[in-house]
Every structure is written in structure tokens, then in C-alpha cells.
């Protein structure tokens, strides 16, 4: 039934978001709709068919979130739009999904590879749109003009945006919004001339 399938995906992002994937088992989810494991299988096949059906839900969620930010930072340059994750919104929008990343990260890598796959192009689109946007903007190096889709430039600059932050955490003992600021100002320290460099270090001084 259809409305039992989405009863059993809400609540199971539900207690996902809340306490991590790890801590919440099929027994869990089933206990908080008063349903069996029997009635459960007959909709999902095991909990990895959960798991990926979740986060295609939040993927979409936050696509849609994503076209109402571009409408709020429509009038951003090309390095405001890098350190757009200081906005409250997306930090607490972070914050909201970092159990769920983290247990998806730690113990189901292969779901977790696949995603990243399945919207590589996309996110590797949106670099490049940022890359020649600071162009244009005469904040950026005028030689990025010549990147492309396909070129090895964006694929490095792609694996410093989605490099998973758990084993820095671990190996350098510091905080995941360290990593963060750190891979911000690593991708505009690249990108930037000197310009670009005037009007970052500005806004450093007033974050």
C-alpha cells in the first residue's frame, strides 16, 4: 500500500536525521508505526533500500531549497556564493543532516559512493558556473575561462568539494567547520586574483 510505504519512509528519515542511522533498526521503525517486520519486508526488501530511499528524499528536499537560496543569493558574486555555507540556513540545514552523512559516510560507504556518482555532473556544473561567474566578476583568474566539464582542473577542484571530513577530524583532532572553512579557502585561494584575494581577505575581517 502506498500510504504505508510512505509512512514507513517518513518515519524512517525521521529517526534517521535524529539519531543516525547506526542507532535506529528495522524493529525501531516498526515499533513507532505498530507494524511488524513482516509488514515492514513487504515493502522494502532490507534496510539499505531504506537507507537509499531516504536520501534521495533529502536529495530532492534540498534541491528544491537549493532554487529558493540561488533566488536569495542571486545578487552574490562568485566568492560570496563559496562562503554561502555561513548562512544560518544552510548551517542548520547541515547540522540537521550531519548524523545521517556521518553513520551513511562511516558504515555504508558503498550507498553513499553511488549518490555521490549519481550527482557528480551536477555539482561539477555548479563549480564550473562559480568558476566562470568569478570570471566575469574580474575576481578570478582570467586562464579559467578555458575550464571545462571534462577537464582534470574541475575533477581536482570536485574532490576538495565532496573529500568526506571524518578522517581529517580524526587525524588532525580538529572540528568539522574547521574543514570546512578550510576547503572554502582553499578553492578561493585557487581561483582567485588579486582582486578576488583584496575582496576575500575584506570579508574575512567582517565575518
Known amino acids: 500500500m502506498e500510504n504505508l510505504r510512505q509512512n514507513i519512509l517518513k518515519t ?10 547506526r542507532s535506529v ?44 537560496y540561488s533566488k536569495m543569493f542571486a545578487s552574490y558574486n562568485s566568492i560570496d ?11 542548520a540545514r547541515t547540522l540537521k543532516h550531519e548524523k545521517f552523512i556521518h553513520d551513511l559516510i562511516k558504515y555504508y560507504p558503498d550507498i ?5 556518482s549519481s550527482k557528480k555532473e551536477a555539482i561539477k556544473r555548479y563549480i564550473l558556473d562559480n568558476i566562470l561567474k568569478g570570471v ?32 581529517l577530524e580524526k587525524e588532525h583532532n580538529i572540528s568539522k567547520n574547521e574543514i570546512i ?11 582567485c586574483n588579486e ?5 576575500y581577505e575584506q570579508k574575512n575581517k567582517i565575518k
Open 12 to 21: 524512517a528519515e525521521s529517526e534517521f536525521l535524529s539519531y543516525g542511522i
Open 25 to 68: 533498526s528495522i524493529d525501531d521503525i516498526c515499533n513507532q508505526l505498530h507494524i511488524s517486520k513482516k509488514t515492514f519486508y513487504t515493502e522494502f526488501r532490507q534496510k539499505e533500500e531504506l537507507i537509499m530511499l531516504v536520501l534521495k528524499n533529502i536529495s530532492e528536499k534540498n534541491s528544491v531549497e537549493d532554487k529558493e
Open 81 to 91: 556564493m563559496i562562503l554561502a555555507y555561513r548562512h544560518p540556513m544552510l548551517k
Open 112 to 116: 553513499y559512493s553511488e549518490f555521490l
Open 136 to 167: 566575469n566578476d574580474g575576481l578570478y583568474r582570467e586562464e579559467l575561462a578555458d575550464v571545462t566539464l571534462d577537464s582534470v582542473y574541475l575533477d581536482y577542484i570536485y574532490n576538495i568539494a565532496v573529500l568526506s571530513t571524518d578522517q
Open 181 to 191: 572553512d578550510f576547503r572554502a579557502d582553499t578553492c578561493v585561494r585557487i581561483f
Open 195 to 199: 582582486k578576488g584575494m583584496k575582496y
